[in-house]
C-alpha cells in the first residue's frame, strides 16, 4: 500500500498546471544500549491495553480527504498500474494540493478485498480500478458504504451502481471520425473489425454512426487472428465495391497490414478510418500505408506537456492511460473545494454538466456515468499526425 502525499493548494488553472520539484528526506533512527553490569532483570509483566483503542487501519487525517487509488501494483498490469499512481502524485504536486490524501491499494491480490480495505480504512472516493471484471467485484461493496468508484476502464457494461467511466469508449471515436468524414463528403462506408467483444461493439457504433451521419453502411466484414482471415474478410468486401471510406476497428499493427489487400480489392481510393486505439500507439503515425488515415481521439497537445514532466520525474515515458490518473485527480481536487473533510463525497457533482477540463481535454459524465469526451480528428501525414478537426473545449449550451 503506497501512499500519495500532497502539497498546499493554489488556484491554478486544470489546463496549465506548473511541476513543483519536491524532495523525500529520510532520516534514519539508532539505538544505543549502554554496556554495564549484568543484573538480574525483574519478571516481564504483559501490558494491559484497551482493545477498543487500538486501531488496525491508517493513522486518521482529520485534515485531508482520504481518497483511494485501486490499481494493479504487481502482476502483468503493474506497468500501468505504477505509472497511473506516478500520474496521481504528479497532479497533486502540479495543484499543490493540501485537502487530498491518496492512499494506493493494489488490486492484483484481489480488487473486492483490496476495495474493502479502503473502505475501512475510511476512503470516501475511489479511483480506479483498471479492468471492468474488477469494476463489478467492487461496485456493491462500495456502494453500500456510500463511496463513488471513479474508473479507468472503458468497458461500459460496467458502469452505473455508483462506479463511473473515464476510459476512453470506442462508440465516441467511431461516431466522431464519421461526422467528420461525412461532413468531407463521404457517403459509402465500409467497415473492418475483428471478432470478439471490442468488434461486436465497434460494429454496433459504426452502423448507428453511419445511419445517423445520413450515410450508408455498404459491407461490414468480421475477421479473427487466424492466418489468412483478415485477407478472406477484405476480399468479401470487394464484392461490395468501391466504397469512399473504410473503417478499421482495429490496433495499428492490424490496420497497416489490412490497407495495402484493400488497395488491390476494390478500396483503392478509399479513406482509411481509424478508431481510439491507434492513439494509445506511438508508432502510429510512422506506418506508411496509412499515410491519409483519419482517427479521433482525445487532444494531445496538454498530453505531451504531460509527458514531457513525467518523464523528467521519473526518468520514464508513461503509458498512454496514465493521463487517466491524472485527470481524476485533477476532477477530485476541483470537487475537493466544496467537500468538507469528513464527509462523503458529494456524487452529484460527478454530474456537472459543463463537465471537467484535463490533460486528454473537456469531459463529462452522463446519465449513464460514462465519460463523454471532446474529442479531435488526426490525420496521419509524412509521418507525423496532423490535427484537422480540433475538439470543442467545454459542453456550454449542450
Not at 493513522?59 to 480527504?65: E, L, M
Not at 490499481?71 to 493540501?98: F, H, I, R, W, Y
Not at 500505408?289 to 498530453?303: I, K, Q, R, T
Not at 480528428?377 to 449550451?397: K, M, N
Amino acid at each position: 500500500m503506497a501512499e500519495a502525499v500532497s502539497i498546499p493548494q493554489r488556484g491554478v488553472s486544470l489546463f496549465r498546471a506548473a511541476i513543483v520539484a519536491g524532495a523525500l528526506i529520510l532520516s534514519g533512527c539508532q539505538t544505543v544500549v549502554p554496556r554495564g553490569p549484568v543484573t538480574k532483570a525483574p519478571p516481564a509483566t504483559r501490558p494491559v491495553t484497551d482493545p477498543s483503542l487500538i486501531d488496525p487501519g491508517i493513522p486518521v487525517d482529520t485534515a485531508r480527504h482520504r481518497v483511494a487509488l485501486l490499481v494493479p501494483m504487481t502482476g502483468g498490469n503493474a506497468g500501468v498500474g505504477q505509472s497511473l499512481a506516478n500520474a496521481t502524485q504528479l497532479a497533486l504536486l502540479d495543484t499543490k494540493n493540501e485537502k487530498v490524501r491518496i492512499t494506493t491499494y493494489d488490486t492484483a491480490t484481489g480488487a473486492a478485498a483490496a476495495a474493502q480495505r479502503a473502505i475501512a480504512d475510511g476512503n470516501k472516493l475511489i479511483l480506479g480500478p483498471l479492468l471492468g471484471e474488477d469494476i463489478r467485484a467492487i461496485a456493491p461493496i462500495a456502494r453500500r458504504a456510500g463511496v463513488p468508484v471513479v474508473s479507468f476502464s472503458n468497458d461500459a457494461s460496467a458502469a452505473g451502481n455508483g462506479a463511473y467511466l473515464m476510459g476512453y469508449v470506442p462508440g465516441q471515436s467511431i461516431s466522431r471520425v464519421v461526422d467528420y468524414a461525412r461532413g468531407q463528403g463521404v457517403e459509402s462506408f465500409a467497415g473492418l473489425v475483428p471478432n470478439g467483444l471490442y468488434g461486436e461493439r465497434a460494429s454496433t457504433s459504426f452502423l448507428r454512426a453511419v445511419e445517423g451521419a445520413g450515410g450508408q453502411v455498404v459491407t461490414l466484414q468480421t475477421y479473427d487472428r487466424a492466418s489468412g482471415s483478415l485477407a478472406a474478410a477484405v476480399t468479401r468486401m470487394a464484392r461490395n465495391s468501391p466504397y469512399q471510406a473504410v473503417l478499421i476497428a482495429d490496433g495499428g499493427a492490424s490496420a497497416a497490414a489490412a490497407v495495402p489487400l484493400l488497395r488491390k480489392n476494390g478500396g483503392a481510393a478509399a479513406r482509411v478510418l481509424g478508431t481510439e486505439l491507434w492513439n494509445s500507439e506511438a508508432s502510429i503515425a510512422g506506418k506508411a500505408s496509412l499515410h491519409g488515415a483519419w482517427f479521433a481521439s482525445v487532444p494531445d497537445n496538454l498530453y505531451r506537456q504531460y509527458a514531457a514532466k513525467y518523464r523528467a520525474r521519473f526518468g520514464a515515458a508513461p503509458f498512454r492511460l496514465s493521463s487517466l490518473g491524472y485527470d481524476a485527480v485533477l476532477l477530485t481536487v476541483r470537487i475537493a473545494r466544496d467537500w468538507r473533510v469528513g464527509d462523503a463525497f458529494p456524487e452529484a457533482r460527478l454530474h456537472d454538466s459543463g463537465g471537467f477540463a484535463g490533460i486528454d481535454g473537456a469531459f463529462r459524465f452522463g446519465r449513464d456515468n460514462i465519460a463523454e469526451r471532446a474529442l479531435e480528428v488526426q490525420e496521419i501525414r509524412g509521418g507525423t499526425t496532423v490535427v484537422v478537426s480540433p475538439a470543442p473545449t467545454g459542453f456550454a449550451g449542450k
